[in-house]
């Protein structure tokens, strides 16, 4: 097999998986911090995806689509957490997971009935539609490098502010022992409030960069969701270096497993993480116990 | 009076674990609180900081009835807590356990200043500033639970069970650290099992069980009294 096919696929592979990552890392840092496992995360991806498509529609340009997505999206998750999910917390785990499940149904059925079933075309900005050249050796489309440079800046981003700054440290120190974190003065409920908006928009930032390599349509989120439960389960429920690690290697596996053997492409992510929970039951990055 | 509960009945989902509570802190003062496990100690703490839901009854703080509220505002108005078993958070430096501590209090710009305030009186933690609070030793994380506590400059400090599982010699040296802090003009309510150590630092005690106060008066009678060691604080 020629190498540079090989090299290609990589690529194609490595911005897959950006997408992966940037989804998962939306549901580990709300599973992280809320215990809350949302099954509205595909979609939410949808919905930043039509965002987009509507927006370039309206305005023309992708760069207020981009915006537009993780805003609007981010919006709604704000709204959710505040007026559905709070009531639910301090019972049981398996009630928000309902609810958003519940969610994700109503979600879909509202795109299907206000914009119908069909695909919405969605192409690449002018400016990223041509092939680069990438290391002299082979074409690869522009849209995609840049798919791959935003998705690391966005994750730098997310480490900085996790790590560096005064919100960042409530969060963290929030995921692992919430009750002293309230008991140092700070409003828990305000922080979860926020971080349910943070998940949501990057989700629906995962929807918008989706739209020009993947088709848009009102179930595109179902079979994403599957595949970044199985990402934030291979990294480690909880786990935001899981999620990245995670990410990029099972798109990088899931495209590549397509040149050798295509009809294997689609479930060859289950078996890694067979393989993974078989040696280590937590995942990756995982801690054990985190629900008990 | 700095801290008033008043009659309180706290309940845990269906159990009644309070049962008409009360007791009254001065400022200035150190009360202690003790009584056999499971007597309604901690609760009583929890209680106060809205960390229990409180049915009945009402706490006081500074005048104002803080019952219903919730605990961040609790914190805010000048109470602070030095939990059972430490709690120091896992994965943060003790440096950033400290920093938490601080973020909503009028000292959150004043970080270096506070952290030589608490090497005035734990000056190994100075040392650790970087390392995970959770590496360092159970007296250590004690003093750092302690710091933690301390930085806000609170009225009260609500501190429980803080030589649970330390040294003699560590116990020692909480003892007189609290009656340091009490020294510097910060109120103290304290639970303890150590029954000889915290009616010997404090002015006057509770004794409470079954989640009901059982007497009250001077430490040092309450520790003169055989008869309530006997029914009430001998294992």
New interface residues.
Partial sequence: MDFNVIIMQLFTGLSLGMLYVLLALGLSIIFGLLTVVNFAHGSMYMWGAFVGVFTVAWTGNFWAALVLAPLGVGLYGLVIERWLIRPLYGRDINYPLLLTFGLQLIMIEVVRIFFGTSDHPFSAPALLSMPLEVMGIFYFPAYRVFLIVFTAVICFVLWFFLEKT?LG??I??GT??P???????????LIWWLVFGIGSALAGLAGILAAPIRSVYPEMGIAMLVECFVVTVVGGMGSLPGAIVAGILLGIVSSLTTLVYPQMADIVIFLVMAVVLLVRPSGLFGKAGLLE | MLLKVNNIDTYYGLSHILQGVSLEVKEKEIVTLVGRNGAGKTTTLKSILGLAQVRAGSIEFDGQDISRLPTHQVILRGISYVPEERRIIPGLSVRENIKLALLKSHNREREEEMIERVAQYFPVLKERLNQDGTSLSGGEQQMLAIARALVTDPKVMLIDEPTEGLMPLLVESIAEIVLEINRSGVTVLLVEQNIEMALSISHRAYVIDEGRIQTSGLSQDILADEEIQRRYLSV
């Avoid at chain 1, 009750?179 to 409920?189: H, K, S, T, Y």
């Fill in positions: 005064d440290l409530i963290r120190a692992r022992d009750l002293m974190v309230r008991a140092l003065g700070i409003d828990m409920n």
